[in-house]
């Protein structure tokens, strides 16, 4: 069965510099990977996806993320944050070998300090 | 693109008593339909998919039932709600592929 594990509850950047939030999955086949962000009290926007391709994928805001097939990672990244990113994120992965399942993370708040 | 329409937005129930949320999807056709629920802000639980009508796949056992009637319906219910089915509910879509799209939630508090 496929999992996700985002081991960062929480992480705190200062506004302007790096940011990356982790994120490691567990599946049979190939994996479909998803990048969502969700605001307070509202449903989950997607940011960005890696289907086949490019290992580097760009999203939504400014936001990219790496598919790393040797460490099953897909860590997102942002060159440099702004407060208007501090949020929950998920990570999500579908297995292609049981691609009408999808599980997410258990989530990591982002805080941009000013 | 897909949109997705989840009601009620937000819902009080006493222990007990039944449930029924809806949601609804326009822009697509056969879509893969998911509820899952979200406790205290956190992680998303899978409660159940749907590939087709009359089609569910429960993830986790418990109380609650889901309906798939019609190719864009998909209903989230309870006979008994318990205090612990509080949470926010949210539903979905997706192709068998590509992206899983979201409704705007709702919220359940059993009190």
């Known amino acids: 069965a496929q999992s996700v594990a985002q081991p960062e509850d929480q992480v705190n950047v200062a506004e302007g510099n790096p940011l990356t939030v982790k994120c490691t999955y567990s599946v049979s086949g190939n994996p479909y990977l998803f990048w969502y962000v969700q605001y307070p009290n509202r449903g989950l926007q997607f940011l960005l996806k890696?289907?086949?391709?490019?290992?580097l994928v760009k999203g939504s805001y400014g936001f990219e993320a790496e598919f790393n097939k040797s460490q099953t990672s897909f860590h997102l990244k942002k060159p440099s944050a702004l407060v208007s990113d501090s949020a929950l994120y998920f990570c999500?992965?579908?297995?292609?070998?049981?691609?009408?399942?999808?599980?997410f993370g258990k989530g990591t708040r982002l805080h941009i300090l000013p | 693109s897909q949109t997705i329409h989840q009601w009620p937005a937000t819902l009080v129930q006493p222990v007990g008593s039944p449930l029924s949320l809806e949601c609804t999807v326009e822009g697509t056709s056969n879509p893969n339909l998911y509820w899952y629920r979200q406790a205290a802000g956190r992680g998303l639980q899978l409660l159940f998919y749907?590939?087709?009508?009359?089609?569910i796949s429960s993830e986790v056992p418990q109380n609650l039932s889901a309906s798939r009637p019609q190719d864009r319906q998909f209903i989230l219910s309870s006979k008994k709600l318990l205090l612990s089915d509080s949470g926010f509910y949210l539903c979905a879509c997706s192709d068998r592929v590509n992206t899983i799209y979201f409704g705007e939630g709702s919220w359940l508090t059993v009190v």
């Open positions: 890696y289907i086949t391709g490019d290992n």
């Open positions: 999500a992965v579908r297995d292609i070998r049981d691609v009408d399942k999808i599980i």
């Open positions: 749907s590939v087709g009508i009359g089609q």
